[in-house]
């Protein structure tokens, strides 16, 4: 009969071949892992340099006289391009109806300036990111920003960020972003930062200027009676 062959140790020249391959192994996840690093960063920094050229324009475009709806929704656009969001929104808050006899006053409003969309998302999709924008902009004072979908009830919505912003004292504006491709992490809550500080200095900006037209309105009424 013949007899079992056992396993042999393995020859010194074996012991040294496998570990050279695991030190090889090593050395490649370890330069896998920095270039993915490397390219994340190169990433950020394009994504940034992209949003602060399209703020710029933005800031251009409104010392120009241009229009504001227009403005804001090409920085929607971009905002959309930048981080492979499915709807984005900019509104601001405004004051509901005041109480009267038999009813009380109702809550804020919010109202949308711009919208930017990619592909064909469903209108029950829309209505969503409306819905949740308007309770982003409610919860301002509690710095409540991201959203779960789960928690929110929301169909169609995968994920949903809401950025509300002061634009003035008792006035807030919102910026919101739905259905990008991974949820709104820290790194993306940093990256749209920029975009809501421009949406509020724009928004401060149109009032201001509302109100000096109106009070040069104003004033030339006031000379054309004293004329009279």
Not at 93 to 117: K, N, S
Request: charged letters at 20%.
């Amino acid at each position: 009969m013949a007899r079992s062959r056992t396993n042999s140790p393995a020859s010194p020249a074996e012991g040294v071949a496998a570990t050279a391959a695991q030190r090889k192994a090593r050395y490649y996840r370890l330069l896998y892992a920095e270039i993915n690093a490397r390219v994340r960063a190169e990433r950020r920094v394009s994504q940034r340099n992209d949003l602060l050229n399209a703020l710029s324009r933005a800031h251009l475009r409104f010392v120009a006289h241009e229009d504001l709806a227009g403005i804001l929704a090409d920085l929607a656009q971009t905002l959309l391009d930048l981080t492979g969001s499915e709807l984005c929104v900019i509104g601001e808050m405004r004051p509901g109806a005041p109480a009267g006899p038999g009813r009380r006053a109702q809550d804020e409003q919010l109202h949308i300036l711009a919208t930017a969309v990619q592909g064909m998302p469903h209108d029950a999709t829309y209505q969503q990111l409306t819905t949740l924008a308007w309770e982003a902009g409610l919860n301002r004072r509690t710095a409540a920003r991201v959203f779960a979908p789960a928690a929110s009830g929301a169909p169609g919505v995968v994920s949903f960020v809401g950025l509300p912003f002061l634009i003035e004292e008792g006035a807030a504006g919102v910026l919101a972003l739905v259905n990008r491709p991974e949820p709104y992490d820290d790194e993306a809550i940093d990256l749209l930062q920029p975009a809501v500080s421009t949406c509020a200095h724009l928004l401060a900006a149109a009032r201001n200027e509302q109100r000096r037209k109106q009070a040069e309105q104003e004033l030339a009424e006031e000379r054309a009676s004293l004329a009279q």
